[in-house]
């Protein structure tokens, strides 16, 4: 991969966890801790967002009934960390949406499957936590699109980057303020990331295969005239831009989804996979563009059998500008990751985001709780160690040296943030969709009159 294509990556860009309630001692011994009145509003908190029905976990954990035949797995990730799937350091800046569970916290759980699992009186249950009724976790969206034939995924373990053609073609110019993915076979899907094709370039990669869409490992050439919009991961849901900020979509750009296929089932799959767009309304004047920004170094070198091998990369700014959240990339051999930063006129390092064990399954955005300043000639430091040593339980092969590439047993390094120009201030009146053609690639629009006549 070149380091042009680098620099365009990612950024366009959270279980269990919550709030917990102890057993407390008492003279007699230690109270008895219950599911209605001690572990349900642990799970209403943080857990139930995603242990639903029509959400990403694979059961739902509502009800008693449905979490009491889980109290083993339960027990075995809470104590392992493993849940909830949230990995930054309390040394990070203060994020939204911190999944971590408090020693208090975890000790409520285990407690209650330790001593038996008692459901408790009814009476102690708190109300029912209330979700949107729509199917996004972002709310009901104005467009949802996928690609226009379903793909046959092939049996076999290995990485697959496969690229499909979204028409969309908006006749005028948007403001997107986000995207939300939903994967239609988690056995096969890794992760996307969604293009923004300007120049209508891919058709003719794609004419040339027969099946739906085409291969996209050389990126470079196959995205052509493309710019990323967002990339989503397991566990991944980004927040919709702030009032008046919103990305730019341009008049006439279809999109290309690239999914990687990682297919361990030993089964062949099939996936058509979807994702949904919220856009800025007339009513909303948007002043400035959500941007992102890499730290990233493409010259690795992992040498086989290596446990502690480092990277770094810097990257300094040359405008005022507000940070809004951070992130962190590698594969199988990602041990930890950060990324620092030093204001102008000052000595010590801000840690933006530190994540002391990486997890190549759950690549999650942090957001931060307070946007964070970053004056012209703040310098952002990505800081980074792989293991490449038989010490590593997901490394692929400890006798291979490994450099930088694609497949997920290759290696990739880089953190980055999303942004705003502090100076920006565009003035501009989003307008609606026109001329949408109504197809199999269009799943649904808010409203008909997004649609053309043909």
Not at 31 to 49: H, Y
Not at 362 to 367: I, K, M, N, R
Not at 390 to 400: G, Q, Y
């Amino acid at each position: 991969m070149k380091a042009s294509w680098q620099a365009r990556m990612w950024l366009s860009v959270i279980g269990f966890g919550g709030l917990a309630a102890s057993a407390l001692a008492a003279e007699s011994g230690p109270a008895r801790v219950t599911f209605t009145k001690d572990v349900l509003p642990i799970l209403q908190e943080k857990c139930q967002e995603c242990h639903r029905a029509g959400q990403m976990a694979p059961m739902s954990l509502m009800t008693y009934d449905e979490v009491r035949p889980w109290a083993k797995a339960i027990r075995e990730n809470v104590s392992a960390g493993k849940m909830p799937p949230y990995f930054a350091d309390k040394a990070s800046l203060p994020m939204k949406h911190d999944q971590s569970l408090s020693q208090v916290q975890k000790d409520t759980i285990l407690a209650w499957i330790d001593s038996g699992t008692t459901k408790g009186s009814e009476k102690d249950m708190p109300a029912p936590r209330k979700f949107s009724e729509s199917e996004w976790r972002l709310g009901d969206p104005d467009v949802v699109l996928q690609p226009v034939e379903p793909f046959d995924v092939p049996a076999g373990d290995g990485d697959l980057y496969q690229c499909f053609a979204v028409p969309f073609a908006s006749a005028n110019d948007l403001w997107l303020k986000g995207v939300e993915f939903k994967p239609d076979n988690l056995k096969a899907v890794h992760h996307f990331i969604l293009f923004e094709d300007k120049l209508g370039k891919f058709k003719e990669f794609d004419a040339a295969t027969p099946e739906p869409g085409c291969e996209c490992e050389d990126m470079d050439k196959v995205l052509q005239g493309t710019t990323m919009v967002q990339m989503w991961a397991p566990g991944n849901v980004q927040p919709l831009a702030r009032t008046g900020e919103a990305k730019k979509l341009n008049a006439k750009s279809n999109f290309i989804l690239q999914v990687h296929y990682h297919n361990t089932t030993g089964e062949p799959q099939v996936d058509r996979s979807k994702f949904a767009l919220y856009l800025a309304k007339p009513e909303e004047q948007v002043q400035k563009e959500v941007r992102g920004q890499l730290v990233v170094q493409p010259n690795l070198f992992i040498k086989a059998g290596d446990p502690e091998s480092k990277f770094q990369a810097t990257y300094t700014i040359k405008e005022d500008i507000t940070v809004y959240s951070s992130g962190v990339h590698m594969h199988y051999r990602g041990k930890n990751m950060g990324l620092w930063a030093v204001r102008p006129g000052e000595t010590d390092e801000t840690t933006l985001v530190w994540v002391p064990n990486y997890d190549f399954n759950w690549q999650l955005t942090y957001e931060f709780a307070e946007p964070w300043k970053a004056p012209a000639g703040t310098k952002f430091t990505m800081r980074c160690t792989f293991d490449n040593s038989t010490n590593n339980p997901f490394n692929p092969d400890p006798t291979k040296d490994v450099r930088w590439g694609l497949a997920s047993t290759d290696e990739m390094a880089f953190s980055g943030y999303s942004y705003v120009v502090d100076s920006e201030a565009l003035k501009s009146t989003p307008e609606k969709p026109k001329g949408l053609v109504q197809g199999p690639g269009l799943v649904k629009v808010s409203d008909p009159e997004f649609l053309g006549t043909d």
